[in-house]
């Protein structure tokens, strides 16, 4: 039972390199979210897709694109990554559409770093 | 926009109920309270929510007040395992979907 799975754990990119983040979730739910990370902080949506299909903006999704591929898919794209990107990384699902926050399950990050 | 207000730090002994208080004096009628945690640097961990009334889990209860300004997380025996980073989290969709999700109260569980 893998739940949300991310790949890669870990990234460095140079300034200016593109790169796409996976997810997967085998739970057949229908949210899925990209959040971002930064030091000390706490989480910050980036975008979110509430059913297959449909993907929205959150609150910080300039510098960013999403590809929701099917239900158990949603990527994220950095297509010029810059040092401000430098972050970790979570993806979530919840079975819950409209983007509900309830009983949402978290991928274990992808840690970037731009340099 | 909602947002929500926690303490930066807390202590609470091992085996003694930890009580987590969040404000979110602007919450709209029909918003639900979320709480998550995180522990070390691991993906946030779900662990109840509510709209008005109080809810039980096998985790934790929710206290929410009448007028939904306040909320209490309740971890009733807290162990050295619930030592982790605690989120109350409101969802807000005027203007457009965010979650508020603040920097969260640091619990630490000390034997």
């Known amino acids: 039972n893998a739940g949300v799975t991310q790949t890669p754990k870990f990234q460095v990119l140079k300034t200016g390199q593109s790169m796409t983040l996976q997810c997967a979730q085998d739970?057949?739910?229908?949210?899925m979210y990209w959040y971002r990370q930064d030091p000390g902080m706490g989480l910050r949506l980036i975008y979110y897709?509430?059913?297959?299909?449909?993907?929205d903006k959150g609150e910080v999704p300039n510098g960013y694109n999403v590809s929701r591929l099917n239900k158990r898919e949603f990527s994220l794209r950095l297509e010029s990554a810059a040092p401000s990107q430098t972050s970790v990384y979570f993806c979530a699902s919840s079975e819950f559409g409209e983007g509900t926050m309830a009983e949402a399950f978290f991928g274990q990050g992808t840690r970037l770093t731009v340099v | 926009d909602a947002k929500t207000t926690q303490p930066t730090s807390m202590d609470c002994a091992e085996g003694r109920a930890a009580n987590l208080p969040c404000n979110h004096s602007?919450?709209?009628?029909?918003?639900?309270v979320y709480w998550y945690r995180q522990i070390h640097s691991q993906g946030p961990q779900y662990i109840i929510h509510g709209l008005k009334n109080n809810e039980t889990n096998e985790m934790a209860s929710l206290i929410i007040t009448e007028d939904r300004k306040s909320s209490t997380l309740i971890l009733p025996h807290a162990t050295l395992r619930d030592t982790a980073v605690y989120y109350c989290?409101?969802?807000?969709?005027?203007?457009?979907?965010?979650?508020?999700f603040g920097a969260g109260t640091r619990l630490f569980v000390k034997a």
């Open positions: 602007t919450i709209s009628g029909n918003e639900y």
């Open positions: 739970m057949n739910h229908n949210s």
């Open positions: 897709s509430a059913s297959e299909g449909t993907t």
């Open positions: 989290i409101v969802r807000v969709t005027a203007g457009g979907f965010k979650t508020i």
